[in-house]
């Protein structure tokens, strides 16, 4: 924990703030390195907010971040400053809860930016770390932000930084399950992440070449699956590979969760692949096993499209606190980096359309969503 040291601060230079907040992900420390290198550059000094908001308040928790102590971390995964979902600022927002900062809250960070003389804080997270940054943009603060998540569930960005990472750690899954489900005829369920989203679940089925595919925005059924994995062996294909979002519901309409809702959390996600196999090997005569992808995910180094991804957001989010947005935030609208209200941004979970051309080429190559719609070609007129 470093503590505020008024006297480590270079007085010569306008500070600009960053703070890492929410669950981690692959590409927080490329941003990270992004904006000291080319703040830097334009006169600015950084100083990096340690354990996301919380840093921000009593006890302050802070550094400064120059060109020399941020080398080396563009590759490494993580976040140097760290990062809480929980704590003081936990107050989520989505599916769940709607977010609401307390006054005094408010007054704490106020205190603190004219403590530092922050000219402006960039703030990496996603929809609840943007949230509380769009209440303290509503409270008078200059914040601008960063969307991340390997969920990719952010609206006006194409994609989050993260994302490609936590496809590619699923899709090396897959590869791997492939060769054990062929070698012993069975039907392997694989569980990723993505909250109320598809995303992981859609890229890594396709991109790991799963037979079937369950996401939270299509309903699906027992039959469904047991439809395509007849199929399969009706073509010799004696084994299938399920890939399922911790958010898709069950038949029944449920979703399955670790824990029960909390005041101060989301539902945490989990288990549901165990579910479909449960229910799976009740249902017929194959082996059926499931591997739960957790955190893996979110853990190593960014893929090459995300280091991308991730610095030229953090060089565009120094770009908009020198230019004085505060209010906004940077955004992937390939292929350039364009910025968006905070407020745009976090209204609505952006989740897969059903329509979408990823779905429908799926579909086409005859990819399973466990739904009726399997033996229809999106693209054969009807
Ligand atoms: O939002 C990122 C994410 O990894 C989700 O995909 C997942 O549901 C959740 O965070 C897990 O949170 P935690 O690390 O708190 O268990």
């Not at 039959?223 to 069950?250: C, P, Q, S, Y």
């Amino acid at each position: 924990m470093t503590a505020f040291d008024a006297t480590t601060i270079d007085s010569t230079r306008p500070r600009i703030g960053i703070l890492t907040a929410g669950g981690d992900c692959p590409g927080l420390n490329a941003v990270i390195r992004g904006v000291v290198k080319s703040a830097y550059r334009m006169g600015y000094e950084t100083l990096g907010f340690e354990g996301g908001f919380e840093g921000l308040v009593d006890p302050i928790r802070c550094r400064s971040l120059t060109p020399q102590n941020t080398s080396g971390i563009l590759t490494l995964g993580g976040t140097i400053l760290g990062s809480t979902n929980r704590g003081r600022f936990g107050v989520t927002v989505g599916e769940d809860l709607k977010l609401s900062l307390p006054e005094p809250m408010i007054e704490a960070v106020r205190q603190t930016f004219q403590k530092t003389q922050l000219q402006g804080l960039i703030c990496v997270g996603g929809d609840g770390s943007l949230s509380i940054a769009l209440e303290l943009h509503r409270a008078g603060l200059p914040v601008v932000g960063v969307p991340k998540t390997i969920d990719n569930d952010l609206s006006c960005t194409a994609f989050t930084f993260g994302f490609d990472s936590a496809v590619n750690c699923a899709t090396d899954a897959l590869d791997r399950l492939h060769t054990t489900a062929s070698s012993h005829d069975r039907v392997m369920v694989l569980e990723v992440m993505g909250r109320h989203a598809g995303w992981i679940a859609l890229h890594a089925g396709i991109a790991g070449g799963g037979d079937v595919i369950l996401i939270p925005e299509i309903p699906w059924s027992y039959e469904g699956i047991i439809a395509k994995i007849d199929d399969r062996r009706r073509m010799g294909k004696n084994f299938t590979l399920v890939v399922v979002a911790e958010g898709a519901e069950l038949p029944s309409g449920a979703v399955v969760a670790r824990e029960s809702v909390q005041t101060d959390r989301q539902t945490l996600l989990g288990g549901i692949g165990n579910e479909i196999s449960q229910q799976l090997n009740k249902r017929i005569e194959q082996e059926v096993r499931y591997v739960v992808l957790g955190h893996l995910q979110r853990g190593g180094g960014p893929t090459n499209f995300d280091r991308v991804l991730a610095t030229q957001l953090g060089v565009h989010a120094v770009r908009l606190v020198v230019q004085k947005r505060f209010g906004e935030m940077v955004c992937y609208q390939p292929p350039q980096i364009d910025s968006v209200t905070i407020a745009e941004a976090v209204g609505e979970l952006r989740r897969v359309p059903p329509d979408s051309s990823a779905v429908a080429a799926a579909r086409a190559m005859g990819i399973s969503f466990g739904d009726t719609l399997d033996y229809i070609n999106p693209f054969l007129p009807e």
